[in-house]
């Protein structure tokens, strides 16, 4: 590595529903967007033992399906980073794809880098952030999150779920709950030395 590049920083990667909310179906209203116990927490970890970034990656193809729109989206966004902040545990960026290749609308209809499993909001990410890829971590609760980690080189990847698929053995870490994924990640990068 050049000493002139800049030097590229650990991240948290997290998708949204089902890991920061809990996951109702095209939540899109402050009302319904309850957030999950340990979350905060996660965060709050995340700054501590990675010193980087927290970066929400999230598939929205209820905007493509036509169920809610960019702009409510927005709001809900900002409402979320507002409750995030006020909680000591700041989320930095949050990328989303309204794109579904087979209930989009007009030109939503198509797959596109950025929809999980393809690793393009992450890849993103780390060209926007300078972010350090392999030494970042990843928690999701679905296997396309871990995929889209695992394309993109993130090492650290935390699957919650209560029952893990067969699919997971070897590819990702399990935790039964958000509480417990901060632990995983704790311990999994907690270790590593820092420059
Ligand atoms: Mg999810």
């Known amino acids: ?44 970890t995340a700054r501590r033992v990675l010193g980087g970034p927290v970066v929400v990656v999230t598939n929205q193809s209820g905007i493509g399906r036509g169920l809610y729109t960019e702009a ?45 499993p393809n690793p393009g909001m992450l890849l993103q990410a780390a060209d926007d952030l300078g972010i350090d890829l392999p030494a970042s971590a990843m928690v999701g609760d679905r296997m396309s999150d871990i995929r889209a980690a695992a394309a993109a080189g993130v090492r650290t990847r935390i699957l919650v779920s209560r029952r893990p698929p067969a699919e997971a053995d070897g590819v990702c870490l399990a935790a039964s709950s958000v509480r417990e994924a901060a632990d995983r990640l704790a311990a999994a990068v907690g270790g590593r030395s820092r420059p």
């Open 72 to 116: 409510q989206f927005r709001l809900l966004t900002d409402w979320m980073l507002a409750r995030f902040e006020a909680e000591g545990a700041p989320v930095d960026r949050v990328y989303h794809c309204p794109h579904h290749p087979e209930h989009g609308i007009g030109d939503y209809r198509r797959d596109h880098p950025w929809r999980k």
């Open 1 to 44: 590595v050049s000493p002139s590049l800049p030097r590229r920083t650990p991240a948290l990667f997290l998708d949204r529903d089902g890991v920061v909310n809990e996951d109702l179906d095209f939540v899109h209203r402050v009302e319904d967007f309850r957030f999950i116990d340990g979350v905060f927490d996660l965060v709050r």
